[in-house]
């Protein structure tokens, strides 16, 4: 029993790793989903963690039962044949997308925190990618075991600073104009991250090969990623001006506790690395099943494309891409809900 609770934990870090990219580590994907929001905006993260949870474990336990060893297995049960290969297509491209985010962001972590060039940064997270690539999914497991505790640990860190400055109460309950925007943006964002961390979840569920253990690593993972999403939450709603900066949970931590400013920035990176080499893992999986080449032909020829967008700025590709993702993938949200678990 205590293997299969081990088992979890280390699933339900992967699923918090992959989600935890480029946008949420440093706090513009949550600004841009929830904090400029208010008050609703914390009841949208509560929405979410439920959504995270929930379909979280269902997904891993469905991978577990058709014993799907790519993300394309999974939505060609989930959609039929036809639907299936379009979605995976679009997939595809969305993994791709946010690959470049996350190159953009590890570049954007070394020009507006270090003060080097951008390109250095994503040259350097590119090299690194292809050490763990190397070491396959032990690689990705252990990479995320280390880093999640870590960020988890930060994130207390800066709620509990955030709680001791003056207004916070006020901030908390600021109510801002209901939109559509407001209410759709639990849905279109938990959709969004799902369907891009099937990439992921599918095979390594499907690798652990136990439905026990699929189950308890979504539920944790959700758990999980709702209390990360909750205390970034408090912390950015104390930032006057917070949609100015590309990177605002550093800014943050520079205000609150500049002794440990740098340590941040390392951990921001860490989060960002742990997703990139999610997705590149789960893109060089569904590409081998249908481009007979060499696993690392196939991650050289991910990682190529994903660096040439990434020179897009990084604000700018993550506010244009990640709502339009959001979008797409509300239709694999209602999918995944309405599909049963196979006996």
């Known amino acids: 029993m205590k293997n299969k609770w081990s088992a979890a934990i280390q699933l339900a870090a992967v699923y918090v790793g992959t989600v935890v990219g480029a946008g949420f580590a440093t706090g513009r994907e949550i600004v841009v989903f929830f904090s400029q929001y208010g008050f609703i905006g914390l009841l949208g993260i509560l929405l979410s963690g439920f959504i995270f949870a929930y379909f979280g474990a269902k997904l891993m336990r469905i991978s577990v039962r058709i014993k799907a060893s790519s993300y394309q297995e999974f939505t060609i049960y989930l959609f039929g044949n036809l639907v299936g290969t379009i ?6 491209l969305m993994l791709i997308g946010v690959c470049a985010v996350m190159f953009s962001g590890a570049g954007a972590v ?33 990479v995320n075991t280390f880093v999640v505790p870590i ?6 860190i800066l709620f509990f600073l955030s709680v001791s400055l003056p ?9 801002e104009p209901i939109t559509w925007k407001t209410l759709s943006s639990p849905f279109s964002y938990t959709a969004l991250n ?45 930032l006057g001006d917070v949609s100015l900066y590309s990177i605002p949970m550093a800014v943050i931590m520079k205000n609150l506790a500049p002794q440990l400013s740098w340590v941040y920035i390392l951990v ?25 080449l060499p696993s690392m032909v196939l991650i050289g020829g ?14 700018t590709l993550l506010s244009f891409l990640y709502p339009i993702f959001g979008y797409i ?14 006996k």
């Open 110 to 142: 070394f020009e507006e925190q270090l003060g080097l060039n951008k390109t250095v940064g994503v040259i350097f997270t590119i090299g690194l990618s292809l050490i763990v690539m190397m070491v396959g999914t032990k690689g990705l497991f252990a």
């Open 167 to 175: 207004g916070f109460l006020g901030e908390i309950f600021q109510m």
């Open 268 to 292: 921001i990176y860490g989060e960002i690395f742990s997703s990139v080499i999610g997705n590149i893992y789960g893109l060089e999986r569904q590409m081998r099943s249908f481009i007979p």
């Open 151 to 156: 960020m988890i640990s930060f994130s207390f």
């Open 87 to 92: 979605i995976n297509f679009l997939l595809l």
């Open 329 to 342: 993938s509300l239709v694999f949200l209602l999918f995944l809900w309405i599909k049963p678990i196979p």
């Open 302 to 315: 991910i990682i190529t494309v994903s660096y040439l967008i990434s020179f897009v700025q990084y604000g």
């Open 194 to 238: 799902l369907a891009l961390a099937i990439a992921v979840l599918v095979p390594a569920a499907s690798e652990i090969g136990d439905e026990e253990v699929a189950k308890w690593g979504g539920i944790l993972g959700g758990i999980a990623l709702m209390v990360i999403l909750i205390s970034s939450h408090f912390s950015l709603i104390m």
